[in-house]
């Protein structure tokens, strides 16, 4: 499968911890670029009408300083812009779904529609358990 990462997003964030060596500084660097890479590939798989619904530190992997999504698996194409509604979700990870994933029966029993903005919201959740790390190293990048 390519690419082989060298570790996935997850597993990196907790490898990082309070190691202050050259190569972790390094691999500090990298993660504030990673930020806006991940965003502008989210972005561009949403022009072409793919919503990936299962964004998490697992499935994004890095090999040196590239990063990258992985496991399409639970992808879905539709519409750009488009909302759509299912009886029978994705396997999505709790942690890092959006409300309306959650919570995708109302009141009346209809379902809830979403479109691109929940992998958004996944994605930002991504980046929050980085912001709130319990590392003080980590958390101290500006």
């Known amino acids: 499968m ?7 997003l997850g597993r990196f964030l907790h490898e990082m911890g309070e190691d202050t060596s050259v190569t972790r500084k390094i691999e500090k660097i990298w993660l504030r670029q990673w930020f806006s890479c991940l965003i502008s ?5 949403h022009t072409k009408g793919v919503r ?10 890095h090999r040196g300083d590239l990063i990258f999504f992985t496991d399409f698996n639970s992808a ?11 009886e029978n979700p ?10 309306e994933v959650l919570d995708r029966l109302r009141d ?6 979403h479109g691109t903005g929940t992998d958004i919201f996944s994605l930002g959740c991504a980046f929050y358990r980085y912001a709130t790390c319990n590392r003080r190293s980590l958390c101290r990048l500006s």
């Open 2 to 8: 390519f690419p082989v990462g060298d570790r996935d």
């Open 76 to 86: 879905a194409q539709c519409e750009p812009g488009c909302t759509t509604s299912t």
């Open 52 to 61: 990936h619904q299962d964004i998490k530190p697992s499935n994004i992997v």
């Open 90 to 99: 994705a396997r999505k990870s709790a942690m890092y779904s959006a409300p």
């Open 108 to 113: 009346d029993h209809s379902l809830t529609r």
């Open 41 to 45: 590939d989210l972005a561009y798989i």
